[in-house]
């Protein structure tokens, strides 16, 4: 196979999986939407964690809240847990990376709180401690996961909202996490300021 196919292939796929799993995910995105605005709204802030391309996301969907999506509008309170190197080598260091999000979810968050849990697998160790530390705060949790939701899923309460992305490529797992969080941001938007 040429390099043009192969790129060729990776656009269908992607493509497939996304037509594939939208009227799975269109619930649960709404659902997930209505909980960060009613966090939002409610002077409460989002605190949201992941590793490696899940901790880009994190930052991404950070940015699009507190700055802007697409339209002009105040700043929304949200934080990515994944940005701080002190405090996250200062946890790994002194205790392990296990709690590199959990210290800070303990630490930051209130129950006015939620907390956006991202994990391609859902067995990130530290997403999950982060998701119990949350509990412990009162927080409800939008965990953003995939393949078969992992030990994320044992780990969420019932006002808690997943949004699993049913594949089992890591690539088109975060392909999908990308678009669902642009559409959080836009839910998010639509129910401050409508169309």
């Not at 409460?44 to 930052?59: E, T």
């Amino acid at each position: 196979m040429d390099m043009q196919k192969r790129i060729i292939r990776h656009f269908k796929d992607s493509a497939e999986l996304k037509l594939k799993v939208m009227e799975q995910l269109s619930e649960p995105i709404a659902q997930a939407a209505r909980l960060f605005f009613d966090c939002v709204a409610n002077d409460g802030k989002i605190l949201c964690c992941g590793n490696g391309g899940s901790a880009a996301d994190a930052q991404h969907f950070a940015a699009e809240l507190l700055n802007r999506f697409e339209k002009e509008r105040p700043g929304l309170a949200c934080v990515a847990l994944t940005t701080d190197s002190s405090v996250l080598t200062a946890i790994a260091n002194d205790y392990d990376y296990v709690r590199v999000f959990s210290k800070q979810v303990r630490a930051l968050g209130l129950p006015k709180d939620s907390l956006l849990a991202i994990s391609t697998s859902g067995n990130s160790p530290n997403v999950v401690a982060a998701i119990h530390a949350a509990h412990e705060r009162s927080m409800r949790v939008v965990a953003l996961t995939g393949r078969d939701g992992g030990e994320m899923v044992a780990a969420l309460h019932a006002e808690d909202v997943l949004i699993c992305v049913e594949a089992k490529s890591t690539a088109r797992i975060q392909e999908v996490h990308l678009l669902v969080l642009h559409c959080l941001c836009d839910g998010i938007d639509y129910l401050l300021l409508g169309e």
